[in-house]
C-alpha cells in the first residue's frame, strides 16, 4: 500500500527552525512532482512549496520565499521541507503530497497525502 509518512513537526519559538521529512513506501515518487501543503485551524489547507521531477523545480508560497526550502532526495524517496526564521503564523499542520496532474500549486493536483505533521510556533 502506498504511504506518504510525515515527521519532524513540533513545538518551536519564533525564529527558530526545523526540518520536515516526507518518507515514501509502497512505490517510488520519482515521476511525481512532490509538495508541501499546510492547514491551520479554521482555514482551507494551502501550498507551501513543491518541487518538481524533471529538473528539481521549486516554486514557493510568497508566505515562505527566503525561508523555507523544499528538496527531495530520489534515491532514498523522500521529500523534505527546511523552514528557518519560524513565525507564529507558520503554526499549521503540515502534509506532503504526490502530484497527479493539474496545476502544481492546487490542492486537487494531488492524489497521495499523508497524514500530516503538526508545527506550532511561539511568539
Known amino acids: 500500500q502506498v504511504q506518504l509518512v510525515e515527521s519532524g513537526g513540533g513545538l518551536v519559538q519564533a525564529g527558530d527552525s526545523l526540518r520536515l521529512s516526507c518518507a515514501a513506501s509502497?512505490?517510488?515518487?520519482?515521476?511525481?512532482?512532490m509538495a508541501w501543503f499546510r492547514q491551520a485551524p479554521v482555514k482551507e489547507r494551502e501550498f507551501v512549496a513543491v518541487?518538481?521531477?524533471?529538473?528539481?523545480?521549486?516554486d514557493y508560497a510568497d508566505s515562505v520565499k527566503g525561508r523555507f526550502t523544499i528538496s527531495r532526495d530520489n534515491a532514498k524517496n523522500t521529500v523534505n521541507l527546511q523552514m528557518n526564521s519560524l513565525e507564529p503564523e507558520d503554526t499549521a499542520v503540515y502534509y506532503c503530497a504526490a502530484r497527479q496532474g493539474g496545476p502544481l500549486g492546487v490542492p486537487s493536483s494531488y492524489n497521495k497525502w499523508g497524514q500530516g505533521t503538526q508545527v506550532t510556533v511561539s511568539s
Open positions: 509502497g512505490r517510488t515518487f520519482t515521476n511525481n512532482s
Open positions: 518541487i518538481t521531477w524533471v529538473g528539481g523545480t521549486t
